[in-house]
């Protein structure tokens, strides 16, 4: 899997990719990672990228001639690439996306600025717009780079130990069960006795009920979802 960047500032993106799951991954050629810079592309005398909004409005915009051809060379060179850019107009982005997108060839993740990019690229060049919450970010970088973080971790070979994913939050629709590590008893407070007693299938049950008591406390929108889909089942059966 290919993963680019499309960003006026690269150095703010390669830094995460250098260690840990991520670096591993791209060290043993699972997935790889290169970095884009529009004002490569741009025409401009000056070599600016940005210009005041048509009508008014507050700060610069990204105009669309370097995103054009900055995408367009790609996609001459890359057919199969899929286009995400990053708003807060956009679908939220969640787990299902993210297990949706690693079965691509090439993602390209392009990173607005300054007050955002000139509509008429996202309308023709982009893919799929995606946000990552109902709140505003100085640019595109840092919700590209959770997408492909999460998007990842579901590319065969990327996790060490490919059972991690089954147990994950947003997996079974709810989050994942507390977990604890020795010594067992810390700071007054002591490990469920069930799970040190090595009985598997009482293991289970009682993860699976830390989880929905986790994900009723937590997040009471995915407990009465996951009551739903139960009620669901129950009635087709």
């Known amino acids: 899997?290919?993963?680019?960047?499309?960003?006026?500032?690269?150095?703010?993106?390669?830094?995460?990719?250098?260690?840990?799951?991520?670096?591993?991954?791209?060290?043993?050629?699972?997935?790889?990672?290169?970095?884009?810079?529009?004002?490569?592309?741009?025409?401009?005398?000056?070599?600016?990228?940005?210009?005041?909004?048509?009508?008014?409005?507050?700060?610069?915009?990204?105009?669309?001639?370097?995103?054009?051809?900055c995408v367009d060379a790609i996609k001459n060179s890359s057919p199969n690439a899929y286009i995400i850019f990053a708003s807060p107009v956009g679908k939220l982005f969640n787990q299902n996306d993210a297990k949706r997108l690693a079965k691509k060839e090439h993602i390209v993740f392009v990173s607005g600025r300054y007050e955002g990019v000139d509509e008429r690229f996202i309308e023709q060049r982009v893919d799929e717009v995606f946000s990552i919450g109902d709140f505003i970010l100085t640019g595109g970088e840092l919700p590209s780079m959770v997408m492909c973080d999460a998007i990842s971790r579901n590319i065969g070979g990327v996790l060490?130990?490919?059972?991690?994913?089954?147990?994950?939050?947003?997996?079974?629709?709810?989050?994942?069960?507390?977990?604890?590590?020795?010594?067992?008893?810390?700071?007054?407070?002591?490990?469920?006795?069930?799970?040190?007693k090595g009985n598997h299938a009482k293991i289970s049950d009682l993860k699976n009920a830390m989880a929905i008591c986790k994900t009723k406390y937590f997040r009471p929108d995915m407990h009465n979802r996951l009551k739903l889909n139960e009620k669901k089942q129950k009635g087709k059966s």
């Open 160 to 196: 060490g130990n490919s059972d991690s994913l089954s147990v994950e939050s947003f997996e079974l629709s709810a989050l994942e069960a507390p977990s604890f590590t020795k010594p067992n008893i810390y700071n007054q407070s002591e490990v469920p006795s069930e799970l040190l």
């Open 1 to 69: 899997m290919k993963f680019s960047f499309v960003t006026l500032f690269p150095s703010i993106v390669k830094g995460y990719f250098s260690d840990s799951i991520l670096g591993r991954a791209i060290s043993n050629n699972i997935i790889s990672i290169d970095y884009i810079n529009p004002r490569d592309y741009t025409m401009d005398k000056h070599n600016r990228v940005d210009k005041p909004m048509i009508g008014g409005g507050a700060g610069m915009l990204m105009m669309p001639q370097p995103l054009f051809d």
